[in-house]
């Protein structure tokens, strides 16, 4: 079998962890790469770098292969701030956009397009695959390019690409040390001073690079999966953090309109400094939704995706950052 993978967003959180996934499985990857690209987690791997970025369409069409079996397209913007809107939607939508324009003309046979449980935007209740998506008409520009991008994806389709789109949730474990690792951090030096206790749903990194792999074979073409993990209060997933860190103190739950408020105020004192915010409105909204859920039966059937407790999910993340130094 043709074992040959084009990764975006290879240097960062989920694509290290699917790089690493890839080799152990003896396939050939090449990455693209940045020039501020960290990719010191992969010295002395079999890993082929090509420079260049997804909102250069000339260096994705001479950096994808010919004839690729799967390209894994990760790269993406989480930003949460509206001042940083402009490139965000430059990278998730224009840049999606050109990965399958280059893709479809280099001959590759997957299209993997790693999306977000962002897409549904403002839903509440138990969302599957089959929930409407509401994210079109999100004022988060976040959810907003993600929506556009899952389109843009989809016309992968009209090339003869098999098309699998993923939608993971919040992902947390080794490798993590910008996302939610950051946790970690301003909990230890007492940076968190509150917090607002929406729902989350913890994902496994582990898993969803599995999820990756196993998309290439038997995800169903055009189909979206959820890779969603262990819903709890944001209460329980900070306190289990504190736990496995030997950390006593715990950040003080207040009210999300209090929250809400307090995110508002530090984004208007933002655009006066030019410093980003802790805590954006756009963050604020997310950190305090609470009646919704996500499902993964589809994933576990098809994907064979599994979900660990959140505790491990957070216990594995520790135990990186500690062997890293990084706490």
Known sequence: MNRTAFVTGGTGFIGT????????????VTALYREASDRSPFCNQPVQWVKGSVTDIDSLKMGIPKNTRAVFHLAGDTN??????????????????????????????VFIHTSSIAA??????????KTTQQGHASWINYERTKWIG??????????????????????IGPHDAKNWGRLFLALQNG????????????????????????????????????????????????????????????PTVIPASVFRGY????????????????????????????????????????LDYSIPPMQKSVQDCYLWLNKEGLI
């Open 120 to 129: 549904w935007g403002n839903v509440s209740g138990s969302i599957t695959e």
């Open 263 to 302: 995110a508002r105020l530090s984004s208007l004192w933002a655009s006066v400094s030019d410093n980003e915010p802790t805590v954006t409105p756009e963050l604020a909204k997310l950190m305090t939704r609470k009646n919704v859920s996500y499902s993964s039966q589809k994933a576990i059937q098809e």
């Open 80 to 109: 949460m701030w509206a001042k940083h809107n402009a490139r965000q939607t430059a990278i998730n939508v224009q840049g999606t956009q050109n990965m399958i324009e280059a893709a479809a003309q280099r001959g590759a046979s």
């Open 150 to 171: 899952e389109r843009k994806a989809l016309e992968g389709l009209s090339h003869d690409m098999k098309v699998v789109i993923l939608n993971p949730a919040n992902v």
């Open 191 to 250: 940076e968190l001073p509150c917090i607002a206790n929406g729902r989350v749903s913890i994902a496994h990194v582990k898993e969803i690079a599995r999820a990756h792999l196993a998309a290439v074979e038997n995800g169903r073409s055009g189909e979206r999966y959820i890779l969603a993990g262990e819903n709890c209060l944001f209460s329980d997933f900070v306190n289990a953090i504190a736990n496995v860190s030997n950390i006593d103190t715990m």
């Open 17 to 28: 962890n699917l790089i690493k996934l890839l080799i152990s499985q003896n396939w050939e």
